[in-house]
């Protein structure tokens, strides 16, 4: 099939979850014999050079260059409009042209969206198969961000979410099959009942890269691994040295936490002044700080989706201590596989009793790792994709057959 493809962040090189999504995607579409053109945008030459990495793994990429204020500009103009800003925040010009030429010049067999912040670009061609892969649904984590905003920003984050949840309802009718990362975001996608086809499929990991290596590891350290200009990551690292992080200094004084990821805004790299905290910022490679602590914490209470730095700790054969709310994006069971808890009491205690038990340590991190191998490996997610694709090509074979006839 000749396949066009739509995202929202150019999804080369993957190290970051828009990302990495997207791309595995991609690469197995080109590699079971599909021709996959790629649509995204950049925002900044620096990232565009990068990303012409992506040549090897599909037929062609198109990209369309935004810069910051233009952008900013466009979700603002949006504010008094029935459009969520999203939209404006991911629209470009230059982009919507290029992927109007490649419908008018060639045939395609399917368009698939990744974020539907993107699907604006292709929401109305009715003549080739459409499947929006929502991933996460967006309206939801706008609304959960009303919560932790004080005014006015949480009445801006509410607004949103409602104009979010409305886009979302109206392009769901648009498109042949909607998807989502995990069964908790499908509900919500189903509930709202549009009468579209649904399904989803899960992230997966590359088990492969993310490995155990010789288990050897600082039962003193525990680690948190992500971006630190995302909020969700930034509320959660605060509220954890503000809560839990005194709790377990108090039983254990030799304990430290690496905080290890990008661009920390100033509150976070204030953390690092904390006793045994340390903030690294960038690092080339996070897996050498994950396998060398007894565990990473993820208690987000702020979790759409799947948090990829649980898959990828877990399939590192790291015990993980998260939330309730990120516990759900993760094919695994409490206990069993990782650890849940929510108040500062029962984090701390989950984190104690990983770093004061090897055996602990070792049943988690074996389990853990089995999981990943056996329910978050992208092969396996790539067969429910494909199932997904030749469902909806299926479903959309009478109306193409219909619109023929009408035709003649």
Known sequence: MNILYVCHRFPYPPKRGGKIRPFNMIRHLQAVGHQVTVCSLVRSEAEAEEGRGIAPHCTA??????????QWARMIARLPLLTPSSMGYFYSRELAAKVRRL??????DLIFVHCSSVAQYVEHVTEVPKILDFGDMDSQKWLEYANYKPLPLSLGYTLEGRKMQRAEKRLAKRFDLCTATTRAEWQTLDGYATGAATDWFPNGVDADFFCPTDGAYDADTIS?????????NQECMARFCREVWPLLKAKRPTMKLLIVGADPSPAMRALGELPGVTVTGSVPDVRPFIRGSALMVAPLAIARGTQNKILEAMAMGVPVVTSSAAAGGVDAEAEQHFLVADSAADIARAVLRIVESPAERARLATAGRARMLSHHAWPHSMQRLDAIIENACLAF???????LESAA
Not at 224 to 232: A, E, H, L, S
Request: aromatic share 16%; net charge positive.
């Open 224 to 232: 948190f691994i992500g971006r630190m200009d995302y909020y969700p």
């Open 103 to 108: 419908l008018a010049t060639q045939r395609w």
């Open 61 to 70: 990429f198109e990209m369309g260059r935004v810069n910051e204020p233009v």
């Open 397 to 403: 074979a009478p109306r193409r057959a219909n619109s």
